[in-house]
């Protein structure tokens, strides 16, 4: 055994747990819902942590969809999508999602993770730019990295920024066209190089850390403007925004031309696992030729499409979820409000309690546990130092007064201990 591997290791895990930022699995012992029971414990905690934000991921026509699914394609796919993974269940479910979405292809991945690294890595490269927001998941930034691709940061939600950097690409191209004024030939060369340069602009539809949206509608005009393709992963928007759930693309009134590359997750609002892209049938053959996550990597099991085929059915079909979802993120931001909690500015199901210090998080979240609620503490790196917080996400099925019980623990909790401001 390599001791100097192990003792560097070690050396990095007591500086995690020094530091405070210490993560730790907790055990289910419980289906999701808006109460679950954590192993050790003998009394249920009402779940203000989870992503199902319209309560499906427990839904009874839900497992009896996932029951039909495997008696009818059984459990594994057995191989990649491209080898003989792909089955009438995947079939069925991009063709779904493809026309209620309104573009040409859908192709799916085993995780939203996997789907920005693919859709990254194949679509740019080296030769590419790619500006991307600064709060962007970890997985489009990674995704960018793994391109090759130049890559720049703007400002969280920031137009100015967007196009400050847009403009400063444009420069830089012309400033190297400029350079080459005495030779033709290089100049020719130069103009060629720059033609064959794709600008991507990334970002989150819907921030996971944040809650707030993205501001497409004012991206649009600057994206054009530098005639730049814009990406969207809208992995916590699709499903609760928009009259019928389609998200951000509905949100912003816009339609697969604007929006032409769209990334969406099965494991937040539709209640199961898994992750789409939908675009062009070019984008769509370019995954299928050069995405290595997704040509090599078993398909989502067959039982599981099956399974979300029905989600989405049922997302189409009960928009009463989505408007009990619509009250339940009212409720919580008026009457938090009134007790002067220091909120983020956040109109959808993720609604951040900003305590900036670490310790004030993981003692308010320990705190709220102790009277029957569980929060989830997020502290840097997940976001940036000095702005620790409380991660409070609603769902369909929270009752009125279990949201009512939460702002009045919590305010309680912060009357007393607002000294860690």
């Not at 969207?232 to 928009?242: K, P, Q």
């Not at 937040?268 to 789409?276: D, P, Q, S």
């Not at 979300?308 to 993120?329: C, G, P, V």
């Not at 009457?335 to 609604?351: E, F, R, V, W």
Request: aromatic letters at 8%.
């Amino acid at each position: 055994m390599n001791q100097k591997f192990y003792r560097k290791l070690d050396q990095r895990l007591q500086q995690q747990h020094q530091s405070g930022l210490w993560r730790e699995q907790k055990t289910l012992t419980s289906p999701q819902g808006p109460l679950v029971l954590q192993q050790g414990q003998t009394e249920p905690l009402v779940n203000f942590s989870s992503n199902d934000y319209l309560s499906l991921a427990s839904h009874p026509e839900l497992i009896d969809a996932l029951h039909q699914g495997a008696a009818q394609f059984g459990i594994g796919s057995g191989a990649s999508h491209l080898i003989c993974g792909h089955s009438d269940a995947h079939l069925e479910l991009q063709t779904a999602l493809a026309e209620w979405l309104g573009y040409e292809s859908v192709t799916l991945f085993s995780c939203g993770y996997m789907a920005n690294l693919a859709m990254l890595q194949s679509l740019f490269g080296k030769s590419d730019r790619i500006v991307q927001d600064k709060l962007n998941h970890a997985s489009l930034i990674d995704g960018a990295r793994a391109s090759e691709a130049e890559h720049k940061r703007f400002q969280h939600c920031s137009v100015a920024s967007l196009q400050q950097q847009l403009s400063c690409l444009s420069r830089g191209s012309s400033s190297r066209d400029s350079s080459n004024r005495g030779s033709p030939d290089k100049a020719s060369i130069s103009r060629k190089s720059d033609d064959a340069r794709i600008k991507a602009v990334v970002t989150d539809g819907v921030f996971s850390m944040d809650g707030d949206i993205a501001p497409l509608d004012q991206y649009l005009p600057v994206v054009n403007q530098h005639e730049a393709v814009i990406l969207v992963d809208d992995a916590h928007g699709l499903g609760v925004l928009g009259e019928t759930g389609r998200g951000c693309k509905e949100y912003f009134n816009l339609d697969a031309q604007q929006l032409p590359i769209l990334m969406g997750t099965f494991g937040k609002a539709f209640g199961t696992a898994g992750a789409f892209v939908a675009s062009s049938k070019t984008v769509a053959e370019s995954f299928t030729q050069f995405a290595r996550p997704y040509i090599y990597t078993t398909a989502m099991p067959p039982a599981l499409a099956y399974t979300t085929h029905k989600s989405l059915t049922l997302l189409q079909q009960d928009a009463e979820r989505r408007q009990r979802l619509q009250r339940n993120i009212q409720l919580f931001r008026d009457i938090a409000s009134d007790k002067g909690l220091p909120l983020m500015p956040s109109i959808t199901a993720i609604q951040p309690v900003l305590l900036k210090q670490e310790q004030a998080c993981i003692d308010c979240a320990a705190y709220l546990k102790q009277h029957g609620f569980w929060v989830g503490a997020i502290r840097p790196p997940t976001v940036a130092n000095g702005s620790a917080r409380l991660r409070i996400t609603l769902n369909a099925d929270h009752q009125p007064s279990d949201i009512e019980r939460l702002v009045a623990c919590l305010s309680q909790w912060w009357r007393t201990h607002r000294a860690y401001d």
